[in-house]
């Protein structure tokens, strides 16, 4: 149940792969997490857009002169994601690193230290028991179950499912 905040200045990424980067942001942090990706982990993975105008957004207390972003990853505890040892470090170093290039890709920016630089990501984990859809408190458990059907099901796991089914199909309509 992956949430993304990304912040960018306004005309800083065209239409096109600012769609892209969404696409491919979303991917990065399933991986990252060690999410299976399919319909139903997309369906719960949202990236909400803040675009801002240029003077919004300053360095040092003064207008910035080029773009900077900021991508907030808010991923559920307990994903490869977690922890302080070398896995977790490295899983989140190699989704920071992702992340970044994402981002510059979009922006048509080459990687350098200095555009990288022009990016912050923000890993924020969310307890157990924190998250909440469906008019109720969602466990990692329920987002296991959702997100893969070869684990133990829970009944809000079967009705999570029910419902992001349901507004797929509105949505296709």
């Keep these: ?69 900021r991508v907030q990853l808010t991923p559920p505890e307990g994903t490869l994601l977690h922890g302080p040892g070398p896995v977790g470090y490295a899983a989140r170093r190699n989704l920071i690193r992702e992340v970044t290039e994402i981002v510059l890709e979009a922006e048509g920016s080459e990687y350098t230290p200095a555009n990288a630089g022009r990016v912050w990501c923000l890993i924020t984990e969310i307890r157990d028991g924190y998250w909440g859809s469906l008019g109720t408190t969602v466990r990692t458990e329920d987002i296991a179950g959702f997100a893969n059907p070869e684990l133990p099901q829970t009944p809000l796991a079967a009705q999570a499912r029910e419902a992001f089914d349901e507004l797929a199909a509105s949505a296709q309509v």
């Design 1 to 69: 149940m992956p949430m993304i905040d990304f912040t960018y200045p306004e005309g800083a990424i065209e239409p096109a792969a600012l769609a892209s980067a969404v696409e491919k942001l979303g991917g990065a942090l399933l991986r990252g997490e060690g999410a299976p990706e399919n319909e139903h982990t997309r369906a719960i993975s949202w990236t909400f857009l803040h675009e801002l105008p240029t003077q919004a957004i300053n360095v040092g207390g003064q207008p910035a002169d080029r773009p900077y972003y």
